[in-house]
């Protein structure tokens, strides 16, 4: 398949591959292991051997010697592992300089499918066909690592959307796209998203800018403050108001979860409420 997310390799790496125990390949710019085929090959493996290393486009389509069929072709794409770096791409005939960081030679190379398990086996970073959070949480990847993979496009079609969670977090984690046919639902999702695809290379412009987010979740945050100094409260308010309140009289280093204590429990800072007073009647 062509675009696959592949190493790539120079001409000269390709070259030292020309014997039984490690026989590569080239058509083009693509580079075939085809050390397992030896044995399997109907001429005989001493025909691969003496282009070992080498470019076979021609012979393979060379008549007078062996033209060989499209099962043939197909058969070598099983063997696919990569392409040739810039450094060792032809410039004749139908060939595609492939750049070296992504593995792609253009835009549309970002829309062919990602073979998930030769993905997975060539560059060890993440498996799509399993959820990716555990994947990146326990991979232990050194940061350059990660970064070299993680701006390697890979295009998922096995399904809707790749496994993030792969449990009842999987929901809360997808962003379905509804837009309004109107300038304010166009300004808002350029505010918000859209220019991101905009401007995907601007390193600023996030998909959601933490500023904005903030100016814009002030006003919920308020009207949440306030409805905990209501009297007429639920059990669940009345304690949550019980817990704010020792914020601001008791600790007020601690206990700043205004809505639930979830992120004052993740970041340690969850206040422990004082036993109630037993009152003991005459």
């Not at 007020?252 to 004052?264: A, M, P, Y």
């Amino acid at each position: 398949m062509p675009g696959k997310i592949l190493p790539t390799f120079t001409e000269a790496e390709v070259q030292s591959h020309n014997s039984k125990k490690s026989c590569y390949v080239i058509i083009d710019t693509k580079v075939y292991d085809v050390t397992e085929f030896l044995e399997g090959h109907p001429a005989g493996e001493d025909l691969i051997l003496e282009y070992g290393g080498k470019d076979v486009k021609d012979i393979m389509s060379d008549t007078s010697s062996h033209e060989h069929s499209d099962s043939a072709y197909d058969i070598l794409a099983e063997y696919h592992i990569g392409f040739l770096s810039n450094d060792g791409v032809k410039t004749n005939g139908n060939s595609r300089a492939v750049y070296e960081r992504t593995g792609m030679a253009d835009e549309a190379d970002l829309s062919v499918e990602t073979d998930y398990a030769s993905d997975y086996k060539t560059h060890k970073f993440i498996d799509l066909s399993k959820p990716m959070f555990p994947q990146i949480w326990f991979g232990g990847f050194s940061k350059e690592f990660y970064l070299e993979q993680v701006h390697r496009p890979r295009h998922y079609k096995g399904g809707e959307s790749a496994p993030l969670f792969g449990n009842f977090l999987e929901p809360l984690s997808k962003t379905p796209w509804w837009l309004p046919d109107n300038r304010v639902g166009i300004t808002l999702h350029f505010l918000l998203h859209g220019i991101h695809h905009y401007l995907p290379m601007d390193k600023y412009r996030l998909v959601m800018p933490p500023a904005l987010f903030t100016i814009l979740a002030l006003p919920f945050w308020k009207v949440a403050h306030a409805i905990l100094y209501f009297n007429c409260l639920p059990a669940y308010y009345k304690e949550l108001k019980k817990y704010h309140l020792q914020h601001h009289f008791a600790d007020f280093e601690n206990g700043f979860g205004v809505t639930s204590r979830f992120w004052d429990r993740v970041f340690g800072t969850e206040l422990e409420l004082p036993p109630p007073k037993i009152v003991k009647t005459q």
